[in-house]
């Protein structure tokens, strides 16, 4: 049962104004804090409802297209009407109610609505209720947006209606109050927004460089669209790269977190469409690419809340597609906005602007040379009229050195130190690896047995071919006696004799068979040993435990040997694209070529070598480029440390070129493959 509170108009007390004062005290606090509108409408409702002694009510909000939508809603029910989103149902009493509303909104004053009453100056506008319908609007700046609708029961005397809707208007003026915070707050976090904006341009836009554009969308991209981690990704052809990720120096591009994250890039591009996912996505293993993209970097990631944005940065002078994107994470759960997806617009579209002009940069034909020259006229500082015949001269000199000038030509490639008697070591057959013997850093002496393949299987049929042989061995030693006996007696007969003689060529034929077979099983078990095919040391790491009863089938690598005391050599992977210059220089030479190399662990000391052997085919290596082998032999006594896959930096002196070729021979290949034919 509710109570009703005295009029502020003819107060009892001064309990009862102390209770008004903090009504409004409560109100004008709820007005100044952070909170969200259907927060402040609830608290507003409950307190004016507590304040006025009634029985319940509704917050009604005017939409920009004038239709008017319930906000938020107490007891109801009460009004014997359906759900209050429903106001503009064609019922008849949704049409009064509607009619009373429009009529108050219209009025643009606090009106009391008795049952089954008249609105003010609305004559066509009743109340369908059978309860005092208190109405107040709330306004921002002067502008209805919204009203209040409280239910009071119908026997609250007139003086009492006054001040409760003298209350109710003073409570609803607060409201104004939290319009105008709420705008203020906006305006604010939008002057922040655009100020970390501007930064945010002229940090991408600062200078060309690729990765430097890259590492400063991410950090300051973060700081833009508030999330936890941003990355930049770039796919070049079908692979996909990922260049920065914010709060990271170094990149480790074989974690799973990356790969993963180059995955879902990968089918986002393909698709063309950005994707916004808060997770988890619950997908299942079996859906489509995109899908099993996402639940694999939704296992790996430790991110709440997901987005993706494809950028399109293709330079307009390259035949190649560059395309990029852009992931968002956040480590909290997010509710996407549309204000969150404008702002991820408006990034995407300036990294993708900054990309794009970095990549024009990059690709640009004579770059260093152009650089160097900006840095000479920098340090010059000419500012008369000779600066521009000077700077003709300089560039004439330069290009005439250029042509003119010779200097040694050389070819560069991956290499890796490695002993040049090396063998590889394969299970003889199906089986699981018993009885090892493989001394650590130690000689091993060729033919050593380092281990034995053990088959269940085939010693089972040994062991039951050895059985079926030692019983027809004894029923043949049985029938022999008994053919003799029966010779020494006279009185048997000689179809006895025939049947014994019969029967023991057939067990000594049949013996002779399973002795075979036995024979047969016994050399495939030995054959089951593995033995050491050089004299050398085993190379594998931890042999040991990789092979201790571990299931092998035939011909799978096992182990790898090498002969540390003997020949070393240099094994470079050269590009098919430079392997043309190192054929030629040998073969207008005649000799070997000469080689300098320095080891990755010591690059202080140059060591001298000769081209031994050029392969005649060409291999693809792990990541899809096209590579020749080339041998490199050399003195080992030079080289102080000699371990197996030692990384090599070597160059082949492929004779002398002119300074131009030089430095620019890659420009020269890729404009006579290019464009000649």
Known sequence: ??????????????????????????????????????KFYRELLERSIRAVAGMGGAIWSIS?????????????EMLNLSEPNQVEKHSAEFADHARLLRSVIQAGLPSVTLPRGDAPDRHEALNPTGHVLLFCPLKEENRIVGLMEVLQRPDVSPATRDGNIELLGALCELADDFYRNQKLRSLTERAEYWSRFEAFVAAVHHQPDLNATAIAITNEGRRLVECGRLSVVLRTGSRCRMLAVSGVDTIHRRSNVVRVAEKLCRETLREGMP??????????PGSDQMSQALAEFEQHAECRSLAVLPLNVAPASQTDRYEAALILEWFTPQEFHPAHQQRGRELARQAASALKQSLNVETMPLLPLMRGLQTAGRATGFQTLPRLL?????LAGCVFGLITVETDFTVEGQAELQPATQRDIFAPGDGIVSRLNIPENIRIQEQTTLARIYDPTLEFETNKVAGELRTASQRLEGVSAARLTAAQQRDQSPVRLNQLAAEEAELKSLAESLQKQYDMLTERADQLSVRAPITGTILTWDAKHLLKDRPVSRGQRLLTMADLTGKWEVRMRV????????????EKSGEALPVTFVLATNPDEVHQGEVAKIATATETDDVGGATVLVTIRFDRKSVSELRPGSSVLPRIRCGRRSLGYVWFHDFINYFEKHWRH
Do not use: F
């Open 575 to 586: 590009p098919d694209d430079q392997i043309g210059h190192v054929v030629q220089a040998a």
């Open 390 to 394: 000077v700077l003709v001269v300089i």
């Open 1 to 38: 049962m509710s109570i009703e509170s005295p009029s502020p108009s003819h107060p009892t007390n001064d309990d009862a104004w102390q209770h008004v004062e903090l009504l409004v005290h409560e109100i004008a606090r709820l007005s100044r804090e952070d909170i969200s509108p259907r």
């Open 64 to 76: 920009e297209d004038d239709k008017i939508c319930c906000e938020m809603a107490i007891e109801w």
């Open 275 to 284: 994707i916004w996912y808060e997770m988890p996505t619950n997908i299942s």
